[in-house]
C-alpha cells in the first residue's frame, strides 16, 4: 500500500513539474517625452556649445528623473537628476567642454531615464539622445530673389488703375441715377411677413431682392468713384 501511493504522488508530482509557470505582467515603461531628439554641436559656433533638453512630464504623479552619458568627461550636465512636478516641465542644460579637432564628428549618447517617485527605478522608462559634435555650422541655402514680374489684365477687364470711361453720355449718366434710386428704395422696403409694417404687401420685398439691390448699388458706387 505503500509503494502505490508513493508511485501515485510521484507520478502528481511529474505531472505538476510539467504545468508551464507564468510570470506575473509588469506594467509598460514610463515613456519619456524629451526635446529635441538630438544635439548637435558645432566648433565654429559658440552658442551652439550649450544646449538645452526640455523633459515634460503629462502624468499626476512626480516623476524623477537623472541624465546618464556615454562621455561623462566631454559634457557639463546641469542637474543630472531632479523631480518633475505634474503637468510640467523641465530645462537640462549641457555644455560641451573639449571642443577639438579630435572629437569632429564623434557621436555620444545621453541617457535619460525616469520613473515614478517612490517608484522602483527598474519599473521607469528611458530614451537615448545622440549628441554630436560638428566642425561647421551648415549654412542656410540662399534663396535667389524674388522677381515679381508686372501682370497685365486682359483688354475687356476694367482695373482700378484704368478706370471706366470718364466721359458719360446724358443718358448713361440718368440710367446709372435712376438704378441706384431704385436701389436704395428696395433697401428701404420692409421684408415679406413682416407683421409690424404698415405698408400693404404688394410694397414689401424679399431677401433675394435686397440682396441684388445692394449689390447693383456696389456697383454703381465702383463707377462713380472710378469714373
Not at 548637435?40 to 552658442?47: C, N, R
Not at 516641465?89 to 577639438?100: E, F, G, S
Not at 489684365?153 to 476694367?158: I, K
Amino acid at each position: 500500500m505503500q509503494r502505490g501511493s508513493l508511485a501515485r504522488g510521484e507520478d502528481e508530482d511529474r505531472r505538476a513539474s510539467t504545468v508551464p509557470y507564468s510570470h506575473p505582467e509588469q506594467p509598460p515603461p514610463i515613456p519619456v517625452f524629451i526635446f529635441p531628439p538630438r544635439l548637435d554641436f558645432y566648433a565654429d559656433d559658440q552658442v551652439s556649445h550649450k544646449q538645452v533638453l526640455t523633459l515634460y512630464n503629462p502624468f499626476t504623479h512626480v516623476l524623477r528623473f537623472k541624465v546618464l552619458c556615454t562621455a561623462p568627461l566631454r559634457y557639463t550636465v546641469v542637474e543630472a537628476e531632479g523631480l518633475v512636478k505634474p503637468n510640467s516641465c523641465i530645462d537640462i542644460v549641457t555644455r560641451h567642454r573639449d571642443i577639438r579637432a579630435r572629437n569632429y564628428g564623434t557621436t555620444d549618447k545621453f541617457r535619460v531615464e525616469v520613473w515614478e517617485e517612490g517608484a522602483s527605478r527598474g519599473r521607469g522608462g528611458r530614451k537615448d539622445i545622440a549628441a554630436t559634435l560638428h566642425a561647421t555650422k551648415p549654412q542656410a541655402a540662399e534663396r535667389p530673389p524674388h522677381v515679381s514680374l508686372p501682370w497685365h489684365p486682359p483688354s475687356h477687364v476694367y482695373s482700378m488703375q484704368h478706370g471706366f470711361p470718364r466721359t458719360l453720355s446724358p443718358w448713361l449718366f440718368g440710367l446709372y441715377i435712376l438704378a441706384g434710386l431704385v436701389s436704395m428704395v428696395i433697401l428701404i422696403l420692409p421684408l415679406h411677413g413682416d407683421t409690424r409694417s404698415l405698408l400693404h404687401e404688394n410694397l414689401q420685398v424679399s431677401v433675394v431682392q435686397k440682396l441684388v439691390a445692394a449689390y447693383v448699388l456696389g456697383l454703381l458706387t465702383m463707377v462713380f468713384l472710378q469714373g
